[in-house]
């Protein structure tokens, strides 16, 4: 589903500030794959969605999704196929709109026609059944507008908007680390519904090594923008978080230094 081969990104190039975020990184994901990302600040996690979704172009290298070169597709036309869902829970809403109004305006791709700001009946239905599975109680508050709502209600309403017209590829940026532990929770318990469900080809950069090994399917590690770890299967299985650190030490030759990885 997913192939970014030799994918290289550097930002100011030829300054004394150049920096090698992705180099030479290659990774394949089969459909319905759910691949854990972990590795300190700079390791090029968010480089890679980044370029994923058409933040940049790369310097050199491919992205195909489904068997579709992207690599020089414009970013909106990517939106079309590409959920992504972003660690701060202010970004991937419009404030000022309510619940369903999002909700309409992301559904609306499935449809042709421009986007009306009146949500037809069928749709608002529909809409409130999705969010009466989730237990928060967003289906009566459909008429809200989203900036009024906690973190953790507008995590779930991206999440249903990025996966209403279910996603090729859905890219999760941390989407738990700026909610309470209870409520990172009950939004990973409802992502998990989500991507089994509807077998959705999922990439989740977290901060939490421990879910990392205990969440979806395989689970790599990054450094310095390239991958130094990628298990699955029954190793990954077997695998604790010592051994994870281990695996790190013998390729990196140095201990992993980031307290709030090795602390949550």
């Known amino acids: 589903m997913l192939k970014v081969d030799n994918a290289v990104k550097i930002f100011s190039q030829g300054t004394p500030n150049e920096h090698k975020a992705l180099n030479s990184l290659s990774i394949h ?8 990302i972990v590795g300190s600040n700079g390791a090029g996690k968010s480089t890679l969605f980044n370029a994923i979704c058409g933040n940049f172009l790369l310097d050199s290298g491919s992205i195909v999704v489904d068997g579709k070169d992207i690599t020089f597709m414009k970013e909106y036309k990517r939106a079309s196929f590409i959920g992504r869902v972003f660690q701060d829970p202010m970004k991937g809403t419009a404030p000022n709109m309510t619940i369903e109004e999002n909700l309409a305006l992301a559904y609306s791709r499935s449809r042709s026609g421009p986007f009306g700001i009146a949500v037809r009946k069928k749709d608002h239905d529909m809409f409130a059944e999705a969010l009466s599975e989730f237990g928060m109680g967003l289906e009566d508050r459909m008429k809200t507008k989203v900036g009024l709502l906690s973190g ?5 309403v991206t999440l249903l908007m990025c996966t209403l017209v279910t996603p090729k590829l859905l890219l999760l940026d941390e989407h738990t680390a700026a909610l309470d532990p209870a409520t990172a929770e009950k939004v990973m318990e409802i992502t998990n519904k989500i991507v089994s469900r509807n077998n959705i080809t999922t990439m989740m950069i ?5 879910s990392a090994l205990k969440t979806g399917t395989r689970t790599i590690m990054m450094d310095s923008g390239e991958i130094i770890l990628d298990t699955s299967g029954e190793e990954r299985a077997k695998m604790t978080l010592d051994d994870l650190l281990q695996l790190y030490s013998l390729k990196k030759k140095e201990a992993f230094a980031n307290d709030r990885m090795l602390l949550n």
């Open 152 to 156: 953790g209600q507008r995590q779930v």
């Open 29 to 36: 994901l089969e459909k319905g794959e759910f691949v854990t």
């Open 206 to 210: 977290t901060h939490n090594m421990n």
